[in-house]
């Protein structure tokens, strides 16, 4: 062979080997998450990360950007959804208002305790939740723990459902949580994540409501000292990705995929309760004043029209409702 011919074959058989090597390597997905450093959720993103291009061998990737970086959580699940990103890290709150199945979950009350919330979600229920999201556009890969949602203010402790009357609460952007402070009597104000702190600090609202861990990273326990255990919201939070996206995945990438997040959950999961028992010391330590609400049943009572609302628009779903009362 000549020594001519022998050079272009071997820039042949080079340029072979770059062409499949670039188009099996597929291209680096973009994660969203709302959190800050150091919150359960962002090291448990970011375990799925690594785990996700360890167990694929680089196949599949994703870079996290953390933060709120992207955006505000209403925006990022339409982007999700659109396919202009891949994964996110979302709350069923805000998912609520696209997937009517997933938002049974913000039905004041509706879970007993947590451990109540993993034995709907692993059951008929959580099929059917996952199934709601899949058809907007959503797939579904783990379920991450976001603790009880509590009342916290700046004015008064909480005890009774009259002490919410007149108070100005901000609360995540859906239906059922308007109508959940309009039933205590107060003025609802929906309003993004990120705008909470300056909003409770120039007494634009009295207060919000949320889980301690998020209380004490915002800051906001420095501008609403009032945190009192109502515990009227126990919703879970989804590791999801574009339903596009994972429908073209060979069956096995698929599998890897599901067991990265899988696992990423059981890490965020523990460090959750951790971190609950931190933020909590941490906030008293600030300052704060934390109650306890012995009897909820008033509290509870109130919330007959936010149930007779998502009954009334979505009848098809009381089946639902009933399945995750009755699940013991
Ligand atoms: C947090 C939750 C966020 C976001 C936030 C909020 O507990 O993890 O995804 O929903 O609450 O109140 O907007």
């Not at 059917?128 to 203010?153: C, E, H, Q, T």
């Not at 009032?226 to 126990?234: D, E, F, P």
């Not at 049943?297 to 009755?326: C, H, R, T, W």
Request: glycine share 8%.
């Amino acid at each position: 062979m000549s020594y001519l011919k022998k050079i272009t074959l071997a820039i042949t058989a080079a340029a072979i080997v770059v062409g499949f090597s670039l188009s099996a390597q597929a291209k680096e997905w973009r994660g969203w998450n709302i959190h800050v450093e150091g919150y359960p959720n962002t090291i448990a993103m970011d375990k799925f990360a690594e785990l996700l291009k360890e167990k694929s061998g680089g196949k599949m990737s994703v870079k996290m950007y953390h933060a709120g970086t992207l955006g505000s959580q209403p925006d990022a699940i339409e982007q999700v959804r659109a396919g202009a990103l891949e994964i996110g890290n979302f709350n069923l709150g805000p998912l609520g208002p696209i997937v009517p199945e997933a938002n049974v979950v913000s039905l004041p009350f509706i879970f007993k305790d947590t451990e109540h919330m993993w034995r709907v979600l692993d059951g008929e229920a959580g099929e059917i939740i996952n199934k709601g999201m899949a058809k907007f556009g959503i797939v579904p890969l783990a379920w991450y723990d976001a603790g009880a949602r509590s009342f916290y203010n700046s004015i008064k402790p909480i005890t009774k459902p009259e002490d919410v009357t007149g108070m100005k609460v901000r609360v995540m952007n859906n239906d059922l949580y308007s109508g959940m402070i309009a039933a205590l009597g107060g003025n609802p104000s929906p309003m993004a994540f990120a705008e909470v702190y300056q909003s409770l600090k120039t007494n634009v609202v009295d207060g919000a409501e949320n889980n301690y861990p998020s209380y004490e990273s915002t800051g906001h326990f420095e501008v609403a000292k009032y945190y009192s255990n109502s515990q009227h919201l126990i919703i879970p939070e989804t590791l999801c990705i574009n339903a596009d996206v994972y429908n073209a995945l060979s069956a096995e990438d698929q599998k890897i995929l599901k067991e990265a997040a899988q696992e990423s959950a059981m890490l965020q999961r523990k460090l959750w309760k951790e971190r609950e028992i931190a933020s909590k010391k941490k906030v008293e330590a600030g300052g704060s004043t934390v109650n306890e609400i012995a009897d909820k049943s008033g509290f509870q009572a109130a919330m007959k029209p936010v149930y007779d609302k998502y009954l009334a628009d979505n009848p098809n779903l009381k089946s639902l409702v009933e399945m995750i009362q009755n699940t013991p």
